[in-house]
């Protein structure tokens, strides 16, 4: 039986049209394209401002260092997300400060964060993991209260909604991923998007080294090269185009499993809002024997994901250890095969093989 992967995704001919276009009109570097992907990007989530990197890890960078944060500040992270999100504050200088997430969801206990809290506080990083929303309402009075900015980490929440709006659009700056597993991939590429027009100024200069005047290449403040292509631009625009058949397909295969876990004793979903808006970018479920299910899982042939670690096992960022609510997720969440263009067909798979486990 052919293997399935636990995490599927497409791309074709509408993206070779536009890359091919790209390329006739000379459209190879940042330029007009990478333009039009931006604008694009930033109206279908209702915001003004949106500024194309080469990453996510990147574009979390460009928020940080936009908003002048460095040596001195510390920035408040989440101890469950990937460890992306804590690189890079500390490419800024600045200090991480983990914190813990709440009992039943994993994303950033705003509830519990006050402790967290100094007056070297510069800014939280609010990680909306897995299309789950922080309960973004509560963090902005604690910002107001003491004085920090909020960034949205929306990496993994492309589209995922709550009340409130789109999130990453519910703060200073939202930073989103184009990785291949991202609901909208360029293979790498990242983009952050803000309201806030002077930040948007900053952004921009950021991804260029500061640039002010591109024909003399002179620079006004510390920046970097994230720029971002325009060829990879192009076959950005066409991914956007599938995202409605995406967010559909998507939803379907998570009513589908979560109708078939009904049976099976040995796995319970991992909370998410679906019926708010939360888009379940993969298919997340606890299982207490994580190891053996991926084992037997692989020896059909069936490719699952076990979540990655806590940021609490670095060596290199300094905590107290005492993350009781993330053990869970750490330990027992895994990615069942998922993914815009995972074939239905192998969900059912995967199903009927776990009936014999
Ligand atoms: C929560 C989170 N933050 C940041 C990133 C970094 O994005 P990228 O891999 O595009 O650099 C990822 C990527 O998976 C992520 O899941």
């Not at 460095?70 to 999100?85: F, Q, S």
């Not at 076959?235 to 939803?251: D, T």
């Not at 979560?258 to 909370?271: G, K, N, Q, S």
Request: hydrophobic share 40%.
């Amino acid at each position: 039986m052919d293997k399935i992967p636990w995490w599927r995704t497409s791309f074709g001919e509408p993206e070779l049209a536009n890359i091919r276009e790209a390329v006739l009109n000379e459209r190879i570097s940042q330029g007009s394209v990478t333009k039009q992907f931006e604008d694009q990007f930033a109206r279908s989530l209702g915001v003004p401002y949106g500024v194309a990197a080469t990453s996510g890890s990147a574009s979390i960078l460009m928020a940080l260092m936009a908003l002048r944060i460095g040596t001195g500040d510390e920035v408040i992270v989440p101890n469950r997300t990937w460890i992306a999100t804590a690189h890079a504050v500390l490419m800024t200088g600045a200090k991480v400060v983990l914190a813990d997430v709440c009992p039943d969801r994993p994303v950033l206990d705003v509830e519990n964060l006050e402790a967290k809290i100094t007056d070297r506080t510069r800014a939280v990083i609010a990680v909306h993991l897995n299309g789950r929303a922080t309960d973004m309402v509560s963090l902005a009075l604690l910002a107001e209260k003491h004085g920090f900015l909020v960034i949205e980490d929306a990496c993994q929440a492309l589209y995922s909604r709550t009340a409130e709006g789109y999130l990453g659009t519910l703060s200073t700056v939202g930073c989103f991923s184009l990785a291949v597993t991202k609901l909208v991939s360029t293979g790498q590429g990242g983009m952050v998007v803000t309201k806030d027009p002077q930040v948007y100024e900053q952004l921009a200069l950021v991804r260029n080294h500061g640039v002010t005047d591109i024909f003399t290449d002179s620079w006004s403040q510390m920046g970097f090269n994230f720029k971002f292509t325009d060829l990879l631009a192009s076959f950005g625009l066409a991914q956007l185009q599938r995202v409605p058949g995406r967010l559909k397909h998507m939803q379907t295969i998570y009513q589908h499993y979560l109708a078939a876990m009904r049976d099976f004793a040995f796995l319970t979903p991992v909370p998410i809002d679906v019926n708010d808006g939360e888009v379940p970018l993969y298919a997340e479920f606890f299982c207490p024997d994580r190891a053996r299910l991926v084992d037997f899982l692989a020896s059909k042939n069936i490719q699952t994901r076990p979540v990655p670690p806590s940021l609490e096992i670095s060596h290199y960022i300094e905590s107290d250890g005492h993350f009781p609510n993330s053990k869970r997720f750490a330990d027992q969440a895994m990615y069942l095969p998922c993914g815009p263009e995972q074939p239905l067909e192998n969900v059912d798979r995967v199903i009927e093989t776990l009936k014999t486990f």
